[in-house]
């Protein structure tokens, strides 16, 4: 009698704690109450033993998922290549109340013939005994066994497509032959059976990424570092340090961000963009030290020029640079109103409108008739009339509609007086009128409001102490040498950079 039931396959559920296994019997033992099978599955993941024993105590539910035919429990096939389906055969397995297992088949026709094994579609015409499990749901084994045999044809149906599309040079693989003659490749001698269809659910990711609460991962591992007192990066209980794409992450020295010292007190204070600190000196200390520089070599010449080439560059980049000034623009020249009084800045004003006027910028020079005239202006004037620039004495000849900057160079501290001059306030007026955006070239420092407000001021060297008036500071090089700094008890050093203007912040 147990010996009829070898070669079946069973799904054997020993309850909470073992769970469920399938597999082929191998051997039924009614002396010692036990049942082995062979190649075994537990909870649908095969188990590295061959073969795996049960006792009847340990059995909660027996089921029957196929009886072989006449002659093939000799012959146990793999379980992946076997067509599960219910057999003709329906069993039902119970536990008595002594923990022995009890076999009840469903009975049979009265001849004695061996019983032809149903196919697949024949199951709905049986007439089976299960157990209430069984006509609820199907088992996990089937779910687990047909979605395999489903990725098993899903693979098959790839590899024949790919032999299909592969190229005619190509070598096909090699087919081996079975026992009953048939060909197959490897592909099918190694991945199983066929199925009907191919399964249309996909992966859920999102759904299973959402199980993973990353925060309180998070914030279990911070909890337990704050109480180990140890991180997993840098100095326990100190966060690492940012840095930004332009900073090195090597060490090196402490930077030193004040590197300009002057020898009196300081009433104001600027710092550039990268933190340096440039205080602002006096007038008196100013005048030094152009002074100084002169005797050493850095004439006025020269300093008109550099101041020239500084304030033509800031103005270009002001009016829009490379965006306005292109041959594509040609009809959009910018126009600049330059307005000089008669001395050494208003030199410093012709000498920017110069450099201008050979940028294709439309340049009107505004400067009083004087009777004598500086030799600096004298020589800044007779190279500003070799250029297309526009230069103009009376304040009716200035455009009436506005330009697109004006440069103020009209006041000098020691020509104080000019402020009283008719064109001068004509000259305030007409710029206050325009609504122009305003540059003003090496402005002093006034105690009273001056009558054109600033949008930029440009310094030269070190700042004045400039106030509100003046709009946003600017500092420019003009070539003045370390020792001339320390020679008029300055202790200087460059926070240009690689630039010749640079911006400067009230600190």
Not at 134 to 139: E, I, N, T
Not at 499 to 504: M, Y
Request: aromatic share 6%.
């Amino acid at each position: 009698m147990a010996t009829d039931w070898l070669g079946s396959i069973v799904s054997i559920n020993c309850g909470d704690s073992l769970g469920v296994y399938q597999g082929r019997v191998s051997a039924v033992d009614q002396v010692s109450q036990t049942i082995s099978l062979t190649r075994p599955f537990h909870n649908g993941v095969k188990c590295l033993v061959p073969e795996v024993t049960f006792r009847a105590g340990d059995i909660t539910e027996l089921k029957i998922l196929e009886i072989p035919g006449p002659g093939e429990n000799q012959h146990f096939g793999d379980l992946h290549q076997t067509e599960l389906g219910p057999s003709g055969v329906g069993c039902q397995v119970g536990v008595n109340q002594n923990g022995t297992g009890k076999l009840v088949k469903k009975p049979a026709s009265s001849s004695s013939a061996p019983q032809n094994i149903p196919k697949r579609t024949d199951v709905k015409s049986q007439d089976v005994a299960v157990s209430p499990q069984q006509q609820c749901s199907k088992s996990y084994v089937d779910r687990h066994m047909e979605s395999l045999s489903q990725s098993k044809s899903f693979r098959r149906r790839h590899n024949s497509w790919s032999s299909s599309s592969r190229h005619p040079n190509q070598a096909t693989p090699k087919k081996s032959v079975l026992k009953n003659g048939q060909m197959k490749n490897k592909d099918d001698e190694c991945f199983g059976d066929d199925i009907e269809e191919i399964p249309d659910t996909d992966f859920d990711f999102e759904g299973n990424l959402a199980l993973f609460d990353k925060a309180a991962v998070f914030e279990e591992i911070d909890t337990y570092e704050r109480r180990s007192g140890t991180r997993s990066r840098g100095i326990p209980n100190e966060r690492p340090t940012r840095y930004r794409h332009d900073e090195n992450i090597l060490e090196s020295e402490p930077i030193v961000y004040r590197r300009i010292t002057v020898p009196h007190n300081v009433s104001k204070e600027f710092c550039t963009d990268s933190g340096l600190v440039v205080p602002s000196i006096s007038y008196e200390l100013h005048k030094k030290l152009l002074s100084v520089a002169e005797k050493h070599g850095l004439t006025l010449e020269r300093r008109l020029e550099m101041t020239g080439v500084c304030a033509s560059q800031m103005a270009l980049t002001l009016l829009g640079g490379p965006n306005r000034l292109n041959p594509k623009n040609v009809h959009q020249r910018p126009t600049v109103a330059l307005l000089c009084g008669p001395h050494v800045k208003g030199a410093q004003g012709i000498s920017c409108g110069r450099h201008l006027a050979n940028h294709d910028v439309q340049v009107i020079l505004f400067l009083p008739n004087f009777v004598k005239m500086l030799e600096s202006i004298t020589n800044e004037l007779s190279l500003f009339s070799k250029t297309q620039g526009q230069q103009v004495s009376s304040l009716k000849d200035l455009p009436t509609s506005p330009v697109d900057l004006v440069i103020n160079c009209l006041d000098c501290p020691e020509n104080a007086f000019l402020r009283d001059q008719p064109w001068y306030k004509a000259a305030v007026a007409w710029a206050n009128q325009n609504r122009a955006p305003v540059l003003s070239i090496d402005p002093p420092v006034h105690e009273v409001e001056q009558g054109i407000d600033a949008k930029w001021s440009l310094a030269l060297g070190l700042p004045l102490p400039l106030g509100e008036h003046a709009g946003r500071v600017y500092l420019c090089d003009i070539g003045i040498p370390q020792q001339v700094f320390q020679e008029v008890g300055i202790s200087y050093h460059s926070p240009f950079g690689c630039k010749f203007v640079i911006p400067l912040h009230s600190a």
